[in-house]
């Protein structure tokens, strides 16, 4: 199975791409963002020591106790130490969700597993995949996309854009690179150039030796 990570910064359209990835190739693909919601769930290690970092005042006690997200976004994002923070408790446990669903993929003979990671570079996940493909798109098109999709001032948007490393280092990094500046139809078109390379490359799971450390992963 050949393990492909997949990111790009805020704003980047990186979800466009993973739609087309999905569309077109029929590959299964392991969204970071949707663990890290699964893993503050109430009830999870990850929620316990969230509570016991940040307070109560995170929590939404007066419903079902879960995570405000928006609220604590908020905090760790003109703080630098709690973000950090933050993602100390949240990344280690992702990772071994992303580990689990390896494993599934693995046993169920996928070809191609895409690990769909906003802080690819950034958290290390790099190291354990074989190929990567960075979304990029300009600074101005990013901007407009951060503040029309999220309410953002523009400020705020660029502030979010530099907490992320740049994307001239991401495709510095990548084997592949989508260039989202386009329209839609050409965004696809590169996918399935990318889609028909990694098909024609695929790599059985078992002997690369690179993928052996992603189980590393299991002791935080």
Do not use: W
């Not at 928006?70 to 130490?81: K, M, N, P």
């Amino acid at each position: 199975m050949l393990l492909v990570g997949l990111t790009g910064s805020i704003g980047s359209g990186k979800s466009t791409v993973s739609k087309f990835l999905r569309e077109e190739g029929n590959i299964v693909i392991v969204d970071a963002d949707e663990l890290a919601k699964t893993v503050v769930e109430p009830g999870r290690s990850a929620y316990t020591q969230l509570r016991r970092e940040f307070g109560d005042e995170y929590f939404d006690d007066d419903s079902d106790g879960r995570l405000k997200r928006d609220r604590l976004a908020a905090l760790v994002f003109h703080d630098q130490e709690k973000r950090h923070k933050l993602n100390s408790i949240v990344h280690p446990a992702v990772a071994k969700e992303i580990v689990i669903q390896i494993v599934k993929n693995a046993l169920s003979f996928e070809n191609i597993l895409i690990l769909d990671v906003p802080l690819l570079f950034e958290s290390g996940m790099d190291r354990y995949v074989q190929r990567t493909i960075v979304v990029s798109c300009d600074e101005e098109t990013q901007i407009e996309r951060i503040m029309g999709r999220d309410g953002m001032s523009d400020s705020d948007a660029r502030a979010r854009i530099e907490t992320q490393m740049s994307t001239a280092e991401k495709i510095r990094r990548a084997t592949y690179v989508v260039d989202n500046n386009g329209s839609l139809e050409e965004t696809r078109i590169q996918v399935k150039k990318i889609i028909a390379d990694l098909k024609s490359s695929r790599q059985p799971f078992i002997i690369r030796k690179n993928c052996a450390p992603t189980f590393d992963m299991l002791k935080y």
